[in-house]
Antibody, heavy 118, light 111 residues
């Protein structure tokens, strides 16, 4: 059973960057795309992008192009999501989720709260 | 504004059935049988309930079922239980350009 464990909560000032990690247990890290989804307080889910851990190839939502970078370190089965030029609108819980059958997401990490405040 | 349209809230009594709709377009729901549904309890991560329109992952109760007609997908929960009270999100593949779209979410209240 794969588990995804994310890094802890972060606080950043506007204009700064944040990097969130997502460590996958088990030995299937390179076999499935890893996605990042965020959820602002009281709001719905918003897809940000994905990485193919095997090739390193990425795909990002248009909204985040130029601001988001997803990377991975296969030696430690960990994916990363870095978001730059933060504003208060980026305050949200950020989730990693492994792509499963039919472009679904399962499992999900526990979420990482990123707060952007001066 | 979310790409997929869901009702903001639905409610039902224990034992009843409810259906949550998810309306997209011919660019997503209408073209691809890659609709998934997620349940999210407060403060928790989403949980996969349905994938590929109607398939259930191992361990998900058969009280949850999915379907699709045209540009609209639906999630039906039968035999409502108190623990079904949660937010529900639909999601669809939307092609190699947009890739993924979510619905705005539906809050289910069990009366």
């Amino acid at each position: 059973q794969v588990q995804l464990v994310q890094s802890g909560a972060e606080v950043r000032e506007p204009g700064a960057s944040v990097k969130v990690s997502c460590k996958a247990s088990g030995n299937t890290f390179t076999g499935y795309n890893m996605h990042w989804v965020r959820q602002a307080p009281g709001q719905g889910l918003e897809w940000m992008g994905w990485i193919n851990p095997n090739s390193g190839g990425t795909n990002y939502a248009q909204k985040f192009l130029g601001r988001v970078t997803v990377t991975r370190d296969t030696s430690i089965t960990t994916a990363y999501m870095e978001l730059s030029r933060l504003t208060s609108d980026d305050t949200a819980v950020y989730y990693c989720a492994r792509e499963s059958g039919g472009n679904s997401f399962d499992p999900w990490g526990q979420g990482t709260l990123v707060t952007v405040s001066s | 504004q979310s790409a997929l349209t869901q009702p903001a809230s639905v409610s039902g009594s224990p034992g009843q059935s409810i259906t949550i709709s998810c309306t997209g377009t011919s660019s997503d729901v209408g073209t691809y049988n890659l609709v998934s549904w997620y349940q999210q309890h407060p403060g928790k991560a989403p949980k996969l309930l349905i994938y590929e329109v109607y398939k259930r992952p191992s361990g998900v109760s058969n009280r949850f079922s999915g379907s699709k007609s045209g540009n609209t997908a639906s999630l039906t929960i039968s035999g409502l239980q108190a623990e079904d009270e949660a937010d529900y999100y639909c999601c669809s593949y939307a092609g190699s350009s947009t890739f993924v779209v979510f619905g705005g979410g539906t809050k289910l209240t069990v009366l």
